[in-house]
């Protein structure tokens, strides 16, 4: 969606290609070195940040969208992405009075009020975690600006998008130790220390590191191996590996008593 | 939405008022002395077993909508409703071709291939959890049957809708320990055995009652009373109330773990 002609043809006949009423927004975190990010775009009809998002093809499943949407904004594919909620407020998205003059200047197309952007929608939020270091931040078509965010000082988002971010963090909190959410971000075999390090990132606060290890093996989401990773003198601590299967065992017959 | 002329005023207006490419899907298990049933509609155009549904008001917040359609086929309001997942195969409701006679026949109404009801729709899964014994069923109207069924002999529904109720259950499952999702099932101040019952039941397997309530107490979801319920001579269990700050806290936080 670069040229003038791509924009015109997505705003006057997008319609036609993907659904009107819903869009996705994503919540896209990005960890590194026990930094956590989050990415935001500046969007140029409201002047202010905001989750990137997009429409629905009506030949797409929700998540290849969503998968899109965060490929064409980060140049990653292929992230875990999950749902994490459907905003629905009637008033969550209201901007101003439509201004016909305004788009002409920002888009260069002339629309009317009838147009299917202006439409009242419902947009379901999805997260997912990656390393921002490895990104490539782009804007779209209706941004001029698309950055990482240090996750401790975020501006003030607009729309319901404060909102979203807050769901978003909750979500991953509970979930956290339900899904392998660490699968991308740290190798295959990885050590306590590294394991600990991003939990304590994603929660926000110290975890007791003598009593974490226990308590993640005991909810089956760790196994710990017969192999130790050598990093200098007496320093070869022991490495483990998510216990996928276990993951899936646990959600299908409800998790942790029994 | 009884009355024919109410039936064809949705039918044929209903996309001024409701949005037309986003639906609600419920699925309503039901609970009551020790047995889980869910509840179904017999849909008219597909004649088979369905989650009953509706659409959305633009006027409305997605759960004034679950409410709005459960309180509709159940006549119980206010329920803890909570969102599962979202379903967007672009696949995933398709039926026969349209057949402009069929409808006349089932709806005494004529409508045209463009109709809002005949668009590719998405679908927002919301759980409810309720006193079976104490609702009364109404099928609406494009069904001519609701009932409640044994979840252990559940028939083939239609559409993607196994995969709903299989989602519902997976989420109920995990959500078991970090919601207060048994509220509304037992009374304000319970005993173990009322509340084991219960978690037997909506997890479907045996839970050993020695361990159960220390693991229930050690997540922060159970507060034991100083207060006894006398049911005999020589039996007088102890009280326990759902410690709702503690869950919130919780969640806030992240569970379990610090």
Known sequence: MNTQAEIEDFILNGHKHYLS?????????????????LLLIN??????????????????????????????????????????KVFGDPNRAKIEEFDEEKWVKLTGVRVTKDNWLIDQTISIGFYA??????SDPQPDMMSDDCAWFDIDSLPQLEFDHDEMVK??????????????????????K?????????YETLLGKKLDISNFPKKLIALGLLKKLDEKRSIGAHRSPHLY??????????????????
Chains 1, 2 share one sequence.
């Open 21 to 37: 009423q819903v869009s996705i927004d994503c919540a896209i975190f990005g960890y590194h070195e026990q930094q956590l990010k």
């Open 43 to 84: 969007n140029k009809f409201v002047d202010g940040w905001c989750l990137p998002g997009g429409y629905i093809k009506k030949t797409e499943t929700l998540v290849e969208a969503a998968n899109r949407i965060v490929m064409e904004r980060t140049g990653i594919g292929n992230l875990f992405l999950q749902q994490f």
């Open 129 to 134: 975690i990656t390393d921002f270091s490895r």
């Open 167 to 188: 769901e978003a963090m909750h979500t991953i909190r509970v979930q956290l130790y339900h899904y392998p959410i660490g699968y991308n971000m740290l190798p295959e």
């Open 190 to 198: 990885f050590t306590l220390t590294e394991i600990h390090a991003l």
């Open 241 to 258: 590996v998510f216990d996928k299967e276990r993951y899936d065992q646990a959600l299908k017959e409800g998790v942790m008593l029994g």
